[in-house]
């Protein structure tokens, strides 16, 4: 394999000095890699997850928030039905 490596303007010649600069841009791309896929995509699966979470907590609030107010109205229309001044 003859690679050319220019830094600077100037051709570098040896070959543990390209070997050294190959390895550190494999290092670094699999840092990139690494970052993007442990740190970024978590992160982004949090958000969304926690969305969808508080979507779902409050459409379950309002169904609840639901039912308690039909059955509220019902117990107080058959309390006050009971317990009411009004007789047939």
Do not use: C, H, W
């Not at 896929?37 to 639901?66: Q, R, Y």
């Not at 229309?77 to 317990?83: E, G, K, M, T, V």
């Amino acid at each position: 394999m003859n690679r050319r490596v220019v830094i600077n303007g100037k051709e570098i010649s040896n070959p543990v000095a390209i070997l050294a600069l190959q390895a550190g841009a494999l290092i670094v791309a699999a840092l990139v890699i690494a970052f993007i896929f442990f740190v970024i995509l978590p992160l982004v699966g949090l958000f969304i997850g926690s969305i969808f979470i508080a979507v779902i907590t409050f459409l379950v609030v309002i169904a609840v928030a639901v039912i308690i107010g039909i059955f509220s109205s019902v117990i107080s229309a058959y309390l006050s039905d009971l317990f009411g001044g009004n007789k047939r």
